[in-house]
C-alpha cells in the first residue's frame, strides 16, 4: 500500500490532482481517491510548498491508517480485500448524509478536545446556537453560504435578560462582534478536526480568511480606581450570592486572574517568604505561567471564606455583578473578565513595567497585555484633548475681553 499522485497521469501542469492510496492485492492493483488534491510539484511522498500542508499530511496519514485497519480486519476473518467495502467504510457516505449527523459528531467530540470546564461550556453554547440556527446541521450543510448565513444570524441575536432589566425597559444587548468571532473561531477549529480525520473534503473557512473579525480591541474596558474603590465600599450581607460576587470580583481586581482560574484557587500552590503569600502556576484555559503575589485585599477576601476563593457559577456571578455595578454607581458594564482588564491596567496606570505584567496576567504574547497599554495612552490622548479645548476656551475669552477694551 502506498500513496501516489493521479495514477491516469491525466492531471495538466500547473493544475491540481488527486492523490490516491495504491493498494496491490495478488499483483492487481486497486486505486482510492483520498478526496485531497494538490499540484504536481507539490507532492514529493508528502505535501509541501502549501500553507495547509500540515493538516493535508495528518488527514493523508488517517486515511492510509483507517485502509490498513479494514485490510487488517479482514484478513484476521479470513475474508477477501474488497476495496468498494474500504471505500464505503472510510468515507461512511451514509453519516455524511445523514440530518444532524454533524451535530451529533460535534456533541460527541467536545468531551474529547481536552478543554478547560468554562471552554467545554462555551463549546456546548456553540452546538445550542447551531441547534436553534437549524441551517447547518449535516456534513453537506458544512458549505461558505450557510457560514455566512450563521454569522447574519449571530449578529441579530439579542443575550437573555434578567427581569430587572425587562421591568425597567432595558433594551436588548446584541452580541458583540468578539462574541460573534468566538463562535466562529470554536466551528473553524472543529472543521479543521473533522477535515483532518477525512469527514469532510475541506474547511469552508479557509475561503473566508479574515472575513469574521475579532472586533475593535482598542474599546477593552476597564474600571478605574475610583471605580474599583466603590465596588470595595460595598458590604453586601454576608452568606448572599451578591456578597460572594463582590469578594470574587475584588479578588480578581487585583490578582488579574481569569474566572476559571479563581476556581481552580489553592492557597497550597502559594508559599509564605518574608510574610507574603507569592506563587508561580499555570493559567487554566491556556497552561501559560504566570507569576502571583496575593496583595492586601486579597488576603481579606481569603480569610473570609478559609483561605478559599468563592465558589459561584459563571452565570449567577455574571448576574450578581449587574447588581453589584448599579448598587456602586457604575456605568461600565461588569461582568466576569473586567476584573482581570481592570487589574492591568491599575498595574500599568502605577508604572508597574508591561514585561512584568505580561507574567502577572500569564499572556503568551506581550501583545497582548500591549492593547491594555494602548487603552490607557487613549484616555491619556483624551485628558489631554479636554485640556486642550479648556485652553481654547480661555484664550478666547481673553480675546473677546481684550477686543472689548479696544472698543
Do not use: C
Not at 171 to 178: A, C, Q, R, Y
Not at 208 to 215: I, V
Amino acid at each position: 500500500m502506498s500513496v501516489m499522485f493521479d495514477h491516469r497521469n491525466r492531471t495538466e501542469d500547473g493544475k491540481e490532482g488527486p492523490l490516491e492510496v495504491k493498494i496491490t492485492v495478488a499483483r492487481v492493483r486497486y486505486y482510492i481517491n483520498t478526496n485531497i488534491r494538490v499540484r504536481r510539484r507539490e507532492w514529493v511522498g508528502a505535501v509541501v510548498n502549501r500553507p495547509d500542508a500540515d493538516a493535508l499530511n495528518d488527514r493523508l496519514g488517517y486515511i492510509v491508517q483507517r485502509v490498513r485497519e479494514e485490510i487488517t480486519n479482514l484478513q484476521k476473518v479470513g475474508k477477501e480485500i474488497d476495496v468498494q467495502a474500504i471505500k464505503d467504510k472510510l468515507w461512511e457516505k451514509e453519516k455524511k448524509s445523514e440530518k444532524g449527523g454533524l451535530l451529533k459528531w460535534i456533541e460527541d467530540q467536545i468531551p474529547m478536545l481536552g478543554l478547560g470546564e468554562t471552554t467545554q461550556v462555551h463549546y456546548f453554547t456553540l452546538l445550542r446556537r447551531l441547534n436553534e440556527f437549524g441551517k447547518i446541521a449535516s456534513w453537506n450543510d458544512v458549505t461558505v453560504e450557510n457560514i455566512y448565513a450563521f454569522d447574519a444570524w449571530l449578529h441579530a441575536l439579542t443575550k437573555p435578560q434578567n427581569m430587572t432589566d425587562r421591568l425597567n425597559g432595558v433594551e436588548p444587548e446584541k452580541i458583540s462582534d468578539g462574541g460573534v468571532y468566538n463562535y466562529h473561531k470554536r466551528l473553524k477549529a472543529l472543521l479543521n478536526r473533522a477535515m483532518k480525520i477525512g469527514l469532510i473534503d475541506s474547511n469552508p473557512y479557509e475561503r473566508l480568511h479574515g472575513e469574521f473579525k475579532r472586533g475593535d480591541k482598542r474599546n477593552t474596558e476597564y474600571l478605574t480606581e475610583e471605580e474599583m474603590d466603590a465596588v470595595m465600599s460595598l458590604h453586601p450581607m454576608e452568606g448572599t450570592l451578591m456578597a460572594a460576587a463582590r469578594d470574587l470580583f475584588v479578588f480578581q481586581m487585583f490578582t488579574g486572574m481569569a474566572y476559571s482560574d479563581t476556581q481552580k484557587f489553592d492557597i497550597r500552590d502559594y508559599k509564605k517568604v518574608n510574610g507574603k503569600w507569592i506563587n508561580t502556576g499555570n493559567r487554566v484555559k491556556t497552561g501559560e505561567a504566570y507569576i502571583a503575589h496575593l496583595l492586601p485585599p486579597v488576603i481579606e477576601v481569603l480569610e473570609r471564606y478559609g483561605m478559599q476563593t468563592p465558589k459561584i457559577n459563571n452565570a449567577d456571578y455574571n448576574h450578581a455583578l449587574k447588581a453589584i455595578q448599579y448598587a456602586a454607581g457604575i456605568t461600565t458594564r461588569l461582568h466576569s473578565h473586567l476584573g482581570r482588564h481592570s487589574f492591568a491596567t491599575y498595574m500599568l496606570s502605577n508604572d508597574v513595567p508591561i514585561q512584568n505584567v505580561q507574567q502577572m496576567l500569564g499572556h503568551k504574547d506581550i501583545r497582548q497585555t500591549q492593547r491594555y497599554a494602548k487603552v490607557l495612552a487613549e484616555d491619556v490622548h483624551e485628558n489631554f484633548d479636554e485640556i486642550e479645548e479648556k485652553m481654547k476656551k480661555k484664550l478666547n475669552t481673553k480675546v473677546t475681553r481684550t477686543e472689548r477694551k479696544k472698543q
